[in-house]
C-alpha cells in the first residue's frame, strides 16, 4: 500500500513538472518519497503558495495582506480535515514587486523549490496571469482573483470552450463593471461624452478593446467615448488627453489606471481647469490611501466596489461577516477598511473549502477536481465554477460608488446597485462641480 501511494505521489509531481527531462524528474524522485513519508506522520503537511503585490505602483492592493494571513493562519491553526485526518498547513507568501517577470519568477521558485501542493494569487493582470500561466504549465492548482475575468482568461490565450487546465479564477468582467458605471453616469445635468484613459498594458487594453471593452457597450447606451490612445503607465504628462476631452466636451472621465498615474493627470486637469462631473477611475481609485494622499481633490471621485462592510456574506471558513472581517481589520492596524480583504480572505475560504473535498491530497490532479467542483458561499459572494462565463471563470458581484465626506472622513459609499441589487446603496451621487 505505501509503496502505491509513494508511486502515485511521484507519478503527480512528474506531471506538475512536466517540462522536465525524465532524467531531472528522476532527481526528484527522492524528495517526493521523502515527503510522502510526511504525509504519514503524526500530522501531514499541506503547502500553500502565495503571490501578492507588496511593494511597487500596485502594492495597494496588498496593504492589508499581512493582517489577513494571520487570520488565516488562526483560522488554519487547527489544521483541515480530509478524509477523517487533520492536515496542518503551511503559507508560503511571497511578493510580485507589481512586476509580471518577478510573479513568474516567484512563482515557479513556489512550484520547484518549495514544491507548494497549491498555489493562489490576486491583485491585476500583471500578478495574476504570470502566477497562473506558470501553474498551468507545471500542473499545479492554482486559484486567484482580483481581476476581471477578460485580461485573466482572454489576456492569457484562453478558448471559451476549453479553458485551461489547473488554473481557477473567480472575480467580476468588463461587462459588470461596464454596467455598474453607465448606471453611475446616468445622472440628470450630465452629458454623455465620455474621455477614455486607458494605458498600454493588459488591464488598459482590456478595457479599451474595441469589442469586448468600453468602446461598444458605451455607444449603444448613446455616450460617445473620445479614446486619445493608450499612454505608458507611470507617464508624467496628460496634457494631449486633457486638451482632446477639452475639446470634445467631455463631461465623465473614465478609464484604468495605477495610482500615480491618476495622481499626474488629475493634477494636471486642475492646473489646465479641466472640470468634469464624473470622474470615474478603476484601480487608481480603489484605496482610502490614495484618496487621502490626493486631498480635498479625492471628495468626490468614483470607481467600481467590489467588495465592503454591508455586503451581505459571510466567511465559511470563521462565520465573520463582512463587517466584523472590515472592523476587525481597522481596530488591529488603524486603518481604514480597504476591497481587498474581502477577496484575500475568500481565495483561503475557498482553498479550505478544497481541501476538505479532494480525495487524495498528494495527486494534484484531484486538487484541481475539487476546485472543478467548488459550490461554496464566500465573504465575497457564491464560488462556483460550474456557472460559467467560461470555463475556469466564476463570477462575483460588483456595484458602484463615491468618495464621500461623512463628518471628518472619507469613505467609499455605494451609490448604485443595477448590476447587483442584494448589495444595499449608502446614499445618491455627487456631481464635482
Not at 227 to 238: A, E, I, T, V
Request: glycine letters at 10%; proline letters at 6%.
Amino acid at each position: 500500500m505505501a509503496t502505491s501511494t509513494s508511486t502515485g505521489r511521484i507519478r503527480s509531481l512528474m506531471n506538475r513538472r512536466s517540462f522536465l527531462t525524465a532524467a531531472a524528474g528522476a532527481a526528484v524522485s527522492a524528495p517526493a518519497i521523502l515527503r510522502h513519508s510526511r504525509a504519514y506522520a503524526e500530522t501531514p503537511k499541506l503547502r500553500i503558495g502565495h503571490v501578492s503585490p507588496r511593494t511597487g505602483p500596485l502594492a495597494g492592493f496588498a496593504e492589508a495582506d499581512d493582517h489577513i494571513l494571520a487570520g488565516i493562519s488562526k483560522a488554519y491553526s487547527g489544521g483541515i480535515d480530509n478524509n477523517g485526518r487533520a492536515w496542518a498547513v503551511e503559507i508560503i507568501s511571497k511578493d510580485s514587486q507589481s512586476n509580471p517577470n518577478r510573479a513568474a519568477e516567484v512563482s515557479s521558485e513556489l512550484i520547484l523549490n518549495d514544491e507548494v501542493d497549491i498555489i493562489v494569487a490576486a491583485s491585476t493582470p500583471d500578478t495574476v496571469n504570470p502566477v497562473s500561466d506558470q501553474a498551468e504549465v507545471n500542473g499545479t492548482p492554482c486559484i486567484t482573483t482580483d481581476c476581471p475575468w477578460q485580461p485573466y482568461f482572454f489576456g492569457r490565450n484562453g478558448v471559451p470552450d476549453t479553458g485551461f487546465q489547473s488554473t481557477y479564477h473567480f472575480f467580476w468582467g468588463l461587462e459588470d463593471v461596464i454596467a455598474s458605471f453607465l448606471a453611475l453616469w446616468q445622472h440628470e445635468g450630465v452629458a454623455k461624452k465620455v474621455g477614455g484613459l486607458f494605458p498600454n498594458d493588459a488591464d488598459g487594453n482590456a478595457w479599451g478593446d474595441a469589442e469586448r471593452g468600453f468602446p461598444k457597450p458605451l455607444a449603444q447606451a448613446g455616450f460617445s467615448l473620445t479614446d486619445p490612445g493608450r499612454y505608458q503607465p507611470l507617464s508624467d504628462n496628460f496634457t494631449a488627453q486633457i486638451s482632446a476631452f477639452k475639446a470634445a466636451g467631455v463631461e465623465v472621465v473614465t478609464g484604468n489606471m495605477i495610482p500615480p498615474d491618476f495622481a499626474n493627470f488629475w493634477s494636471q486637469a486642475g492646473q489646465q481647469g479641466f472640470k468634469p462631473k464624473i470622474v470615474t477611475i478603476g484601480k487608481a481609485l480603489l484605496f482610502p490611501s490614495v484618496i487621502a494622499s490626493l486631498g480635498d481633490r479625492g471628495v468626490g471621485l468614483t470607481s467600481e466596489i467590489w467588495w465592503t462592510p454591508s455586503h451581505p456574506f459571510k466567511s465559511s471558513l470563521t462565520g465573520e461577516s463582512a463587517r466584523q472581517l472590515a472592523e476587525g481589520y481597522s481596530s488591529a492596524t488603524g486603518r481604514p477598511w480597504t476591497q481587498p480583504i474581502g477577496f484575500k480572505h475568500a481565495l483561503f475560504e475557498v482553498v479550505a473549502d478544497v481541501v476538505k473535498r479532494a480525495a487524495d491530497l498528494e495527486d494534484s490532479e484531484a486538487l484541481v477536481e475539487a476546485i472543478r467542483a467548488t459550490s461554496v458561499d464566500t465573504i465575497v459572494g457564491s464560488v462556483d465554477w460550474s456557472k460559467g462565463p467560461v470555463k475556469n471563470v466564476t463570477k462575483t458581484p460588483l456595484v458602484a460608488g463615491q468618495w464621500q465626506k461623512q463628518g471628518d472622513k472619507v469613505d467609499l459609499v455605494v451609490t448604485t446597485n443595477a448590476n447587483a441589487p442584494q448589495i444595499p446603496v449608502g446614499g445618491e451621487l455627487q456631481l464635482l462641480s
